[in-house]
Structure formats: C-alpha cells, structure tokens
C-alpha cells in the first residue's frame, strides 16, 4: 500500500503546482452581499456559521462536548492532586481578576452582538473560558468546585447542547423566527439565539475542563 500513498501524494504535489490560486476580483464582492441578505444578519461570518454551514456548527459542539467527557474519563481514575499552584502575591491576584472582568464583559458583547459585529458564539465561549480561568488561580479550588456544584453548571451545559441541536435542526429544516431589520439587536431570526447557546456551552464546557485539570493537575 505504500506504493499508493506515494502516487497520491505525488500527484497531489503536482496538482498543487498545475492549478492556479484563486484570484479575488470585483465580481466575487456580490457573494458576501447575497450572505448578508439570505441570513438577515450583517456579520456574514456568523451567517456563515449558523445558517450556511450549520451541519459542521452543530458537529463542532458535539466534538467539543465530548472532548469535556473526555477529559473527565480520561482522568478519573487518577488520584486528585495534593497541591494546586496558583497566584499568590497580591498584585498578580488583582492584575488577573482584572483581566477576568473584562474577559467576561468581552463574552458578553460577543455572545449579544455576534451578529451584528465581529465575534460570535465561539469567541464568546473562549472569552467567558478565559474568564473562568482566571478566577480559578486566584481562587481556592473548593470555591470553583462549590460553585459549579452549587449553580448545577454541569446540567445546564448539557441542556445548552440539546437546545442547540435542536434550535438547529429546526432551522435546518426552514423553521426559523422573523428575519427582523437588518442592523437591528432583535434581527436575525434564530442566529443570535445560536451564538448565545454556543457561548454559553463553551464558558460551561471550559468551567468543567479547568476544574477537572486543576483536581488531577494542580494546575490548569
């Protein structure tokens, strides 16, 4: 079988060098305009995203998902961590909390105004993560557990999931909320629902992952 491999990657090599790139001209500007009219929203990527390759979205939160459950199988069986390094001089405490507030106003804007401006679900997500992580090496690791138990962040990042999916299909399906102005908070039809759902999973799902790892690492 090796003798294959070679011949493909041969001629993958050789078409690489036939066929030209592809130019950007004028005429391709169109494109983005029809996106911004069929999806209702002016962010073309979060149309993208949500409606014209919602099949692939909605497998990226299931891949994701399973990544956490991943992490947590992987590591279950390990003895928890005796010693867990964090921050300890006061100005590192503050520069992070710091950093975490306006990480988690940034995952705010995102996940409400993906739509309309640049970002979106995910980078909401990595932004309320990134949030979670920074509180959780300036605080102890008891509180971050106590929270998460307390505020039941597990059951609702599953929820969050199934909602998705949902939500998804329907649209997938033609079943979607009215389009609204174009420009507008409230337009769109179900994209700025869709962001918020996967930001909302991804800051969960980051939650879960940086607890497991601080438990079984001691670190993140």
Known sequence: MKWLYLVAGIAFFVKMLAIANPVFTDSEIPIIEAI????????????????????????????????????????????PST??????????????RLGATISALVAIELALRGHLSPGGGFAAGVAGGTAIGLI???SPSELMESIYQRWRASM?????????????????????????????????????????????????????????????????
């Open 83 to 96: 010693t867990v390094r964090q921050f300890s001089d006061r100005p590192s405490i503050i520069l992070a």
């Open 136 to 138: 959780a090496i300036t």
């Open 156 to 220: 609702w990042e599953k929820i969050s999931v199934l909602v998705f999916i949902v939500l998804a299909l329907l649209t997938l399906v033609g079943i979607e909320l009215p389009y609204g102005e174009l420009g507008t908070f409230i337009s769109g039809g179900t994209i700025p629902l869709l962001n918020i759902l996967v930001a909302f999973k991804v800051a969960l799902g980051s939650w879960a992952a940086i607890l497991v790892f601080i438990r079984y690492r001691g670190l993140l």
């Open 36 to 79: 911004v009219a069929e999806t209702g929203v002016p962010n073309a990527v979060s149309g993208i995203i949500f409606r014209n390759r919602l099949y692939d979205t909605i497998f990226e939160v299931v891949v994701f998902t399973i990544a956490i459950m991943g992490a947590k199988f992987l590591l279950a069986n390990e003895q």
